[in-house]
Nanobody, 124 residues
């Protein structure tokens, strides 16, 4: 069983930035970031594989969010710039021990491990 622990959420004004971190207790091959706003379904934000050969972003965050991996620390980051009120949600780190095919990177059910979530609130 792999544990994922997120951190870095908080309150920020529109146009501000935050960096979320997610550290894994074991080996993860495919990583993902998702978010869930009140009353809405959990939605895909970004996903990539250990090799970082392919990174995928949701259209709503492309150009503003960047995912990166620090292999030595088994930690993945989500750098969020130019934040908007619509970005307010609980952000979840997700992971899977093996490769998730490209067409399934955005699917919640494809990931076997989830963090507890960290709240991001963007004020207008």
């Amino acid at each position: 069983q792999v544990q994922l622990v997120e951190s870095g959420g908080g309150l920020v004004q529109t146009g501000g930035s935050l960096r979320l971190s997610c550290v894994a207790s074991g080996s993860i091959y495919t990583w993902g970031w998702f978010r869930q706003a009140p009353g809405k379904a959990r939605e895909f934000v970004a996903g990539f594989r250990w090799s970082a050969s392919e990174t995928s972003y949701a259209g709503a965050v492309k150009g503003r969010f960047t995912v990166s991996l620090e292999r030595a620390k088994n930690t993945v980051y989500l750098q969020m710039n130019n934040l908007e009120p619509e970005d307010s949600a609980v952000y979840y780190c997700a992971g899977h021990r093996s490769r998730i095919i490209s067409s399934q990177l955005a699917e919640v059910r494809a990931y076997g491990y989830w963090g507890q979530g960290t709240q991001v609130t963007v004020s207008s």
